[in-house]
């Protein structure tokens, strides 16, 4: 898919770093190429999937995540496993936030929470993106 989404945590309306164990669990096994001058990571699916992610870690924390040029399937399902982990949330253009709990959506901003969705698979998040 041709865009970016945006993935970030929120602790009462603002943003909150992410554990970078939980972006080295989900997509550390995945990668096949790196750039760390750009922060970026190239992940590979066992599906054939791919995508290119931009994140900056900082120690133990990383403070937002992009996912770029991106296929459905699998690597979806690595977005969806890797916000559970790290408590927080994608913000697709266009398109309402995914929760990955519904506990989250009392720490987004106000402008973001009415329409929220809660995902619990790629395949949720694919279906949100495209019905947008």
Not at 28 to 57: C, F, K, M
Not at 77 to 86: A, P
Not at 95 to 115: C, F, I, N, V
Request: hydrophobic content about 45%; charged content about 20%.
């Amino acid at each position: 898919m041709g865009y970016d989404m945006f993935v970030q945590r929120f602790v009462q309306g603002d943003a909150a770093p992410m554990a970078a164990d939980a972006f080295l669990a989900v997509f550390a096994p995945r990668v096949n190429r790196r750039a760390p001058q750009h922060s970026h990571w190239h992940i590979s699916a066992e599906d054939g999937g791919t995508a290119d992610v931009y994140a900056a870690l900082t120690g133990d924390t990383l403070d937002s995540l992009t996912i770029s040029r991106f296929s459905a399937g699998v690597v979806l399902d690595m977005l969806v496993e890797f916000i559970g982990l790290s408590d927080a949330v994608v913000l697709p253009p266009g398109s309402p936030t995914l929760l990955a709990h519904e506990g989250q959506r009392d720490h987004l901003p106000e402008e973001l929470r009415a329409d929220a969705v809660v995902v619990q698979a790629g395949a949720d998040v694919e279906r949100v993106i495209l019905n947008c």
